[in-house]
């Protein structure tokens, strides 16, 4: 008889309402968000009555039902948040195919390397990616200042890929690690080149790892901050430093529901994303390797 099957019906029932609790209570910051962002502001942030926030009676005066959209007319029509959403596509698409790029092609070079800097170079890189972004960014602004590049797109695209890399490269390298060097060489007795060897051999094998490293470069540079309200102008804002700009204009009424509504907007594709690669990003974070 198996472990699951000698679990007593009590303990069973119990752990379900454990997981049933623990996933209500996770989930129930998002969850009332995205209720919230159908609400007024004076519904959902009400100081006399919190239970306003459920029955909306101001959303409905106003109107005419409990729910409604002006939030997000408000946030994607009014304020034009949907040229922020493309502003954190493009970013988030260069970052994670430079990173992806560079990190496999550098991991796998330093998987295979015999020489004593790699473990040594895999430190100052570690070290590197520990320091807070915020001083990195300082450094960059006299020079772009200088010549004029602040404010782009791809000004900050580049810098989240220097900051981005060398996690990039440390995680790559461990998944390469973990695959024998025999793939290689039997692929190179067979006729490949070492490149050959790499993209046809050791890249599907490495697929998870891949997936998993990428999503990681991809919730970098879309949830950055720092980066981007440090080098970018209004006009060219990504996502998150737009919801700040929301919150900062509180006096205004209506611009928190923008926000809020921004906030569901933004943080919606995340869960599809993950939803999505979540076997990958499994395999990728628990095995990382070949079997056998």
Known sequence: MSVAQRKSPALRAALTIFLIVWLLMAAFPFLWTLWGSFKVELDFFSITDWTDALTGPRTESTYGS?????????????E????????????????????????????YALSRSGYKYVFWLLIMALIFRAMPPITLV???LLPFFEWNLWGHLATAAVVLVAINQPFTLWMLHSFFMKIPKDLDESAMVDGCTRFQAFRHVIIPVMWPGVITTGLFSFLLAYNDFAVTVMLLEKENQTMIPKIAGFLGTTQTE???MF?????VSATAPLFVLVMFFQRQIVSG?????VKG
């Open 66 to 78: 409990p729910f409604t959209l002006v939030a997000y007319d408000g946030a994607w029509v009014q």
């Open 80 to 107: 034009e948040f949907w040229k922020a959403g493309i502003n954190t596509t493009i970013v988030c698409i260069f970052v994670v195919c430079v990173s992806l790029t560079i990190g496999t092609l550098g991991g």
């Open 285 to 289: 974070l628990t095995a990382g390797a």
């Open 254 to 256: 209506g611009n928190v």
């Open 259 to 263: 926000a809020v509504a921004a906030v």
């Open 138 to 140: 300082a450094g960059y």
